[in-house]
């Protein structure tokens, strides 16, 4: 064999392999878009891997009934407090973490980190007991705030590593270009790390919006549910209604993927700039 | 324009002292160089200067003001960094202009003023570039740029050559210093290349340690330096050193080595007969000859380095070695044996505490 066919040989096996792949990742997407579509005609076995008769009676049923759109609006605030929470906050433990190097800072630095090693189910319990003595039970707010609390951590040291990056003399410079040094944080320091801001803002928006554990525990009422936690409902004890599930998961989706393709190009930026030096 | 007034400057981090009570005066309109081996504490003073670290104990005053507790940006001063800082999402002009903005100055003297520091270091075609599209001598430009279109009173420099290649080096040293000879702005420039600031400066301070060694003109420097490490740290190739012991008395005074390499000491130095001393000699100030005359010691060749202009010399004799330079060609040998006699006028002596010993006038 010639080393020109190998390569191509080569070549198309890895582009087989990873056709196999995203077909298996896709799948699932394809077959809950085309259950959304069928229709009534979804209770038939063998399943048609095509509609039989594509509709969209069931997104019309979804979003005309009066629970999806309020749990919708309940994911969107859920999903864009935990988002502002957690960089506004973010922002500015961030940046103390990365400038001000301290024995304090240096300990909360992996003080941090020690909380991700607590599974959300460990704490879930005296977290709906304080909730509760606070007020916080079954409203929205309180969600917000408890996945706050899980997600910060993880969006606070994304943003020190973009902060690290950025060479502490820019900073100075401004300060001696004359801003004070909150300015020099706010005019040139976070402008410059505007990839890892959108970075922490999605990540913050998606983790939100999917957000179920919190969201079944924190609160009660069919009013205060979000969207993953309506979801759920569509399983009833006798019967589950397949097609309008289904219809409401892919609205469920729909956010996220917008958001991603929007904010990719800042994704790819971000995530590589680990490892690029300049 | 203003003079800088250091006053017992002592800085600590935690318990570990990095600079001991400096003083020093930096006169308006002078260029100081502070050198000094890396780690000396030379970027640590200017950084203090410039208020970007707090200050352990001592004065700073720029101008009339104590500026201890005033914030950088009210300092009225300007800092060129060693990796420039420009600010990467800002072009050129932008980044010039970002001083002129933040001290409010009106638009259209921002854009007369950037355009004539870009005309005076050779930017103006630059001015639309970031600084990822330029060459890491105009990104220099550009940092010097941002630094005078303020006009400030004093400017601070950290190594701001040393990441350039040596020609180029070069080059800057000449454009800085014509520009400071127009502007006349009090500056202060920090380098650990010896070169740079004999070359440059109106006056030199000397660093080791974090203490202040010498501060005075460079050829004062060169000439009488205050101690070892001085004599040892300006001039290139450095300052040779032998010990040994002065005998003798006045009219015969001798300096000799342990392994009896002998020279004659002038008589002003008859006050340390009988003393072991440190001679210091710089490699231009040590006669050559092919052939014995009065006063010359034999010593052998052992390396020839010629570079064209001139050629420095290894000599030995027994375990000491000397390096001697003389200008223009000469056809010494590796191996063969030369007479040398080092100029009585500029042989230098340092005691134990390394200390140089005046001599008798
Ligand atoms: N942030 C710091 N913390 C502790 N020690 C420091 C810090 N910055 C500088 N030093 C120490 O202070 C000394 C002087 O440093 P520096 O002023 O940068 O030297 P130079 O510029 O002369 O090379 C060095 O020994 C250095 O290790
Ligand atoms: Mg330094």
Redesign the interface.
């Known amino acids: 064999m010639s080393t020109l066919f190998k390569n191509r040989l080569i070549n198309l096996v890895w582009i087989a392999v990873t056709l196999a792949f995203a077909a298996v990742v896709f799948f699932p997407y394809y077959w809950m878009f085309a259950s959304a579509l069928e229709g009534s005609s979804i209770y038939q076995f063998p399943p048609n891997l095509w509609p039989a008769e594509p509709n969209l009676d069931s997104f019309w049923t979804v979003i005309t009934g009066n629970q999806v759109p309020v749990w919708m609006k309940n994911s969107f605030f859920v999903a864009s407090t935990v988002s502002l929470f957690c960089a506004v906050i973010s922002i500015n433990g961030a940046y103390a973490l990365s400038r001000f190097k301290t024995g304090a800072t240096r300990f909360f630095t992996g003080i941090i980190l020690f909380t991700q090693m607590l599974p959300a189910a460990l704490i879930v319990v005296p977290l709906f007991v304080i909730f509760q003595q606070l007020g916080l039970y079954d409203s929205l707010t309180g969600v917000s705030i408890a996945l706050t609390s899980f997600i910060l951590p993880v969006s606070t040291w994304l943003l020190k590593g973009f902060f690290d990056q950025i060479p502490v003399e820019i900073e100075q410079q401004a300060m001696i270009d004359g801003c004070s040094r909150l300015g020099a944080f706010y005019r040139v320091t976070l402008p410059l790390a505007l990839p890892g801001l959108v970075v922490v803002i999605v990540l913050g928006f998606i983790a939100g919006w999917d957000e179920f554990f919190l969201a079944r525990t924190l609160t009660a009422s069919q009013d205060n549910w979000v969207l993953a936690v309506g979801l759920t409902s569509f399983q009833g004890e006798y019967t589950i209604e397949w097609n309008e599930m289904m219809a409401a998961a892919v609205i469920f989706t729909m956010p996220a993927l917008f958001f991603f393709m929007f904010v990719q190009r800042y994704l790819v930026a971000g995530l590589a700039a680990g490892g690029v030096k300049d | 324009m203003a003079q800088v007034k250091v006053s017992d400057l002592k800085k600590a981090y935690g318990a570990t002292e990095v600079l001991h009570n400096v003083s020093l005066v930096v006169e308006d309109g002078q260029f100081v160089a502070l050198v000094g081996p890396s780690g000396c504490g030379k970027s640590t003073m200017l950084r203090m200067i410039?208020?970007?670290e707090s200050i352990t104990g001592g004065e700073i005053e720029i101008g009339d003001d104590v500026v201890n507790d005033m914030?950088?940006?009210d300092?009225d001063?300007?800092?060129v960094?060693q990796?420039y800082?420009?600010?990467?999402?800002k072009t050129v002009k932008n980044n010039m202009a970002?001083?002129l903005?933040?001290?409010r100055v009106p638009r259209d003297q921002i854009e007369k003023k950037v355009a004539e520091v870009a005309e005076i270091l050779g930017l103006t075609e630059y001015l639309g570039r970031y600084p990822?599209q330029l060459s890491g001598g105009q990104r220099q430009r550009v940092a010097m740029g941002?630094a005078i279109v303020?006009d400030p009173k004093v400017f601070l420099f950290d190594e701001p050559l040393s990441n350039l290649d040596a020609k180029l080096r070069v080059k800057m040293r000449a454009e800085i210093k014509e520009l400071h000879q127009r502007l006349k702005t009090t500056t202060i420039f920090v380098t650990h290349d010896q070169v740079e600031a004999m070359t440059m400066a109106d006056k030199i301070v000397v660093m080791r340690d974090g203490n202040l060694e010498q501060f005075g003109d460079p050829l004062e420097l060169y000439d009488s330096p205050a101690n070892k490490f001085v004599a040892s740290f300006i001039g290139s190739p450095a300052m040779n050193f032998l010990e040994g012991k002065v005998e003798g008395k006045k009219g015969g005074l001798t300096f000799v080595t342990a392994a009896g390499l002998t020279f004659p000491v002038p008589d002003k130095y008859a006050a340390i007969a009988g003393q072991s001393v440190t001679l210091g000699i710089r490699p231009e100030h040590i006669e050559m000859e092919g052939e014995g005359s009065d006063g010359a010691v034999p010593i052998t060749v052992s390396v020839v380095e010629p570079t064209g202009s001139e050629a420095a010399f290894v000599l030995r004799s027994g375990p000491d070695e000397l390096v001697a330079v003389k200008r223009g060609r000469s056809n010494f040998a590796p191996g063969s044996t030369v007479w040398i006699r080092p100029e009585p006028d500029n042989m230098h002596f340092f005691g134990a505490d390394e200390q140089a010993i005046v001599p008798a006038a």
């Open positions: 410039a208020g970007l914030q950088p940006k300092r001063i300007a800092m960094f990796n800082a420009l600010y990467p999402n970002f001083p903005r933040m001290n990822k941002r303020r």
